[in-house]
């Protein structure tokens, strides 16, 4: 039978209301008590009883993430920011993954609000392309906060990158390297995070002086077989172009193996570059030029502005949080062309081998 705080009161004889008090480390109990009952607490096995906590605080102690996908590690390490914050607070955590899907979204939405969450932490899917959903969430007073993929919301808190700095971080670097003729990779455009991106993109290559015209953007999703289909898509035009930017780093990653599969030599035959630099970019040869930033950060800043929220929802501004982006150049696309494209096939020497 669980050990209970009549128990503990029972063997400090103490009252049960002087055990619960300095079990929630109630300032108006000496130091002395409090230590006393948690070493008691500690010796019999006590373990909090979370729906009496819950119906006495009004609070579960929970918190719900809603994930666009579980596949990869980038929202595993965001997950590691989130979970390392909350849990030094004493709040777990309740997952959920929209697996790209709008839908499933808005359900794990409903799921939730059912779970009486203390508040959510929301990366949307590909496909989310209205703001209604998150009504729901308003209308429940449940405090929430966006992350990485956001929606531009009035009254929500969100913390990501500044997408047209690394557009123009990405796009600066390759004119340096000599690449005018650029095919951009774009990701779903019928949700928000494909439209954002893909517009980031244009306002970038006009800071930096390249006029890309829409038949050098190829519609696609954020995966491998995308970059694929992609290079596939350029080939078929019977000649490369000087470079090729991507929307996501998975992208980058079909395109490097298709472009092995017909023998087209990155860097030297096609500059490429993924997004955000991950441990799979940095194990294949050539590396994938992208940008670096710290996703552990991303999901640890996010979990501390849900919390502020929860705690005192009147003082949180709902402002965007930008984390600080560093362009990583690797081997795609650190070769400069030495001539003209003749077609997909042609090969080049590496300069001074």
């Known amino acids: 039978m669980a050990v209970s705080i009549n128990d503990i009161a029972k063997a400090l004889n103490i009252s049960k209301s002087t055990v619960s008090r300095?079990?929630?480390?109630?300032p108006d109990l000496k130091k002395a008590t409090k230590q006393l009952v948690i070493a008691k607490a500690q010796e019999l096995g006590y373990e909090p009883n979370s729906i009496a906590k819950a119906l006495s605080t009004r609070q579960t102690f929970v918190i719900g993430v809603i994930l666009p996908h579980i596949r990869h590690t980038f929202f595993a390490e965001a997950l590691n920011g989130i979970e390392?914050?909350?849990?030094?607070?004493?709040?777990?955590?309740?997952i959920a993954s929209s697996n790209e899907d709008d839908e499933q979204e808005?359900?794990?939405i409903k799921?939730?609000?059912?779970k009486r969450v203390d508040g959510m932490l929301i990366s949307i899917s590909s496909q989310t392309n209205e703001h209604k959903r998150f009504e729901l969430i308003e209308k429940q007073k449940i405090p929430f906060v966006f992350f990485d993929r956001i929606i531009d919301h009035a009254t929500v808190p969100a913390v990501t990158v500044d997408h047209n700095e690394i557009n123009r971080l990405i796009l600066s670097h390759l004119k340096e390297s000599g690449a005018n003729d650029i095919v951009?990779?774009?990701?779903?455009?019928?949700?928000?995070?494909?439209?954002?991106?893909?517009?980031?993109?244009?306002t970038a290559a006009m800071a930096v002086g390249l006029d890309i015209t829409d038949n050098k953007i190829i519609k696609g999703n954020l995966s491998e077989n995308a970059g694929k289909r992609g290079l596939k898509s350029i080939m078929s035009n019977g000649s490369l172009p000087d470079a090729i930017s991507t929307s996501a780093s998975m992208q980058a990653l079909g395109i490097m193996q298709e472009a092995r599969q017909n023998n087209i030599h990155i860097p030297y035959d096609l500059l490429l570059t993924g997004y955000h630099v991950t441990p799979v970019t940095e194990l294949v040869y050539p590396r994938i030029t992208g940008v670096q930033f710290s996703i552990y950060d991303m999901g640890y800043m996010a979990a501390q502005l849900l919390l502020e929220q929860i705690s005192n929802s009147s003082s949180v501004r709902p402002e965007t949080i930008h984390?600080?982006?560093?362009?990583?150049i690797r081997e795609s696309s650190q070769t400069k062309k030495i001539e003209s494209n003749k077609g997909p096939h042609t090969e080049h020497v590496r300069a001074g081998m």
């Open 323 to 328: 984390i600080p982006v560093k362009l990583l």
């Open 84 to 94: 390392d914050y909350l849990r030094e607070k004493g709040f777990s955590l309740l």
């Open 111 to 114: 799921n939730l609000i059912s």
């Open 22 to 26: 300095a079990l929630r480390d109630h």
């Open 106 to 108: 808005l359900q794990n």
């Open 184 to 202: 951009h990779l774009a990701g779903p455009l019928q949700g928000i995070v494909g439209k954002r991106r893909l517009e980031a993109f244009k």
